[in-house]
């Protein structure tokens, strides 16, 4: 009898239809919520997509998962997962975060024999999770948006460091996995405990991938780019990255539509057999080509429009002189999904787009002095500092940067339908939550508030000395210095201006934005090292960021 290895995992709600992922152990029929679908098989495991049609609108739908007729999930006196389709088109509660390690729940949280001092703390998901439970489901987030670092493929747990001992007969096997089969192990770890489980049958997700879900760093420039190309394990690395990422999370990120339209999982359902050499084809065209693929897509709540960004995947570095953190052809992507005409603009990216001023500075000079705005020398050294510091956010891509913002300038001002009530950034990465608020030029005649929300780790939080650096960076003198340094390297100003509405916090974290018509409302909540038993959510810092 088939068993179900990880799932369901609620991915896609729209106002009549859902899509529902599992992964089972053997070839079978999914049935969920009057719906069925067989599987598919890559390298000997075993999916399926659901798309369940015909729901009403504004309806709630407890559901089982049946493999072959027989019911696999829940277990006895647990919990049904739950599709609860949108009563209103005006009106979104949507959770973000991003980073999370898969550490023992217990302390100290430990990755290795050497990481005894720093903790990994209290899960914030799981938080959220034993929130939920307690809850009704009106109060439940309407959707889970998580941005980036999913899993840890360069850092993994003594669980997984163990079983890849066993597979490669090494004493010494690296804390990093290798291939496809790994990838999968790392998924399982992140997904498989029972909270989380439950969660995530329960809210529809958007996910989109950063560096550690691939290495840490990845695709910082050119030269680390090149560098890591040298190494013999990368290749089958780097595929078995997007083989994984494709199955786990980018599938679910397309609507019932798009999933129709999708030649890959049309060639992979019609195959019959094992399709691993049909995906690992189409993972090595994603690593060829950084044009031809496009991770990044579109979700529409209603009257709020999320479009999630590629800001790892898609990126153009091979010159330091002209690097993009998004190809031509993804930019054409992007200005035909950023229009007025919504009550909301969403736009998630997993690096934030505006940093404190002095990280701004800072990483927009290092750009140009690895440029060579200093000479050859300083361009070296300034590589060195690059790698070393993580300086490669969307100010280190000015030209991005300046090109995102006159996106976001032009919706604002009404060019491109009726302007929003709000645009709002949301992003994770930087370990510390925040939000700031923008402002274009005096006379611009930007009628949208544009607001920059942080949110980050949801477990893996900053020790006390990446701590202390970062709060003198959020500081004035910081900011003075940085500042010189980039009109010493002839960096131009930013053509819009931006401050901080409260002090960055470094706990693990979980944010929530409220959107109710024309109003927004953010709340980012945290938890609390001694309440690793019976984790609770609590609030950090709240802001009103639009009135209705």
Not at 398 to 411: G, K, P, T
Request: hydrophobic residues 45%.
């Amino acid at each position: 009898m088939p068993n179900l290895l990880l799932g369901p995992i609620l991915r896609h709600v729209g106002p009549n239809d859902a899509t529902v992922w599992v992964e089972t152990d053997a070839a079978c029929e999914v049935e969920a919520l009057g719906s069925s679908t067989r599987t598919f098989c890559v390298a000997g495991h075993h999916y399926a997509l659901l798309v369940v049609d015909g729901l009403a609108a504004g309806s709630a739908h407890e559901y089982d998962v049946r493999l072959n007729g027989v019911g696999v999930w829940p277990a006895a006196g647990e919990p049904r997962g739950c599709v609860r389709t949108p009563r209103r088109d005006d009106a979104l509660r949507l959770a973000f975060a991003s980073c999370r390690v898969a550490a023992p729940h217990e302390p100290p949280y430990t990755l290795s024999k050497t990481d005894d001092e720093r903790g990994r703390g209290v899960d914030a998901l799981a938080a959220l999770a034993r929130r939920m439970s307690g809850t009704a489901p009106d109060a439940w987030p309407d959707a889970l948006l998580l941005v980036g670092d999913q899993v840890y493929a360069d850092e993994v747990t003594p669980a997984i460091r163990e079983r890849m001992r066993a597979r490669h007969g090494d004493r010494d096997a690296p804390l990093e996995v290798a291939d496809f089969e790994e990838y999968t192990w790392l998924y399982h770890e992140a997904w498989g405990d029972d909270a989380i489980r439950w969660l995530l049958a329960s809210i529809p997700s958007a996910m989109v991938f950063d560096d550690h879900d691939v290495r840490d760093d990845w695709n910082t420039s050119g030269t680390w780019v090149r560098q890591i190309r040298e190494l013999p394990w990368w290749r089958e690395r780097l595929i078995g990255a997007y083989m994984s990422y494709w199955l786990y999370q980018h599938l679910g990120n397309l609507s019932p539509a798009e999933l129709r339209a999708d030649e890959t999982l049309a060639a992979l359902r019609a195959h019959g057999g094992d399709g691993e050499p049909l995906l690992r084809a189409f993972a090595e065209r994603a690593a060829d080509e950084v044009a031809g693929t496009r991770w990044s897509f579109r979700r529409d709540f209603g009257r709020t429009r999320l479009v999630v960004l590629d800001s790892r995947a898609g990126r153009i570095v091979a010159d330091d002189r002209h690097r993009q953190m998004l190809s031509d052809e993804q930019w054409e992507w992007v200005g035909a999904q950023i229009s007025g005409d919504v009550d909301h603009l969403l736009i998630a990216t997993s690096l934030p787009f505006l940093m404190a001023p002095a990280l701004h500075d800072a990483e927009a000079w290092n750009e140009a002095v690895c440029a060579g705005a200093w000479g050859g020398l300083a361009a070296r050294l300034g590589e060195k500092l690059r790698q070393g510091l993580d300086l490669e956010h969307w100010p280190a891509f000015q030209h991005s940067f300046n090109r995102l913002a006159e996106e976001l300038r032009a919706v604002a001002c009404g060019e491109r339908g009726p302007a929003p009530g709000s645009i709002v950034l949301l992003s994770g990465d930087v370990h510390h939550a925040y939000v700031a608020q923008a402002a274009f030029p005096r006379g611009s005649g930007a009628q949208s508030v544009v607001v920059q929300a942080v949110c980050s780790p949801m477990r893996n939080p900053l020790d006390a000395r990446e701590r202390r650096f970062l709060r003198a960076m959020h500081r004035r003198p910081a900011a003075f210095v940085a500042r010189l340094l980039a009109r010493a390297a002839r960096v131009p100003a930013p053509r819009m201006q931006w401050r901080l509405l409260a002090p960055a916090t470094f706990d693990n974290h979980v944010g929530t934005l409220e959107l109710d018509g024309r109003g927004a409302h953010m709340r980012v909540e945290c938890t609390r090292p001694e309440e690793w038993r019976e984790p609770e959510l609590h609030t950090s810092f709240e802001r009103t960021l639009a009135r209705i």
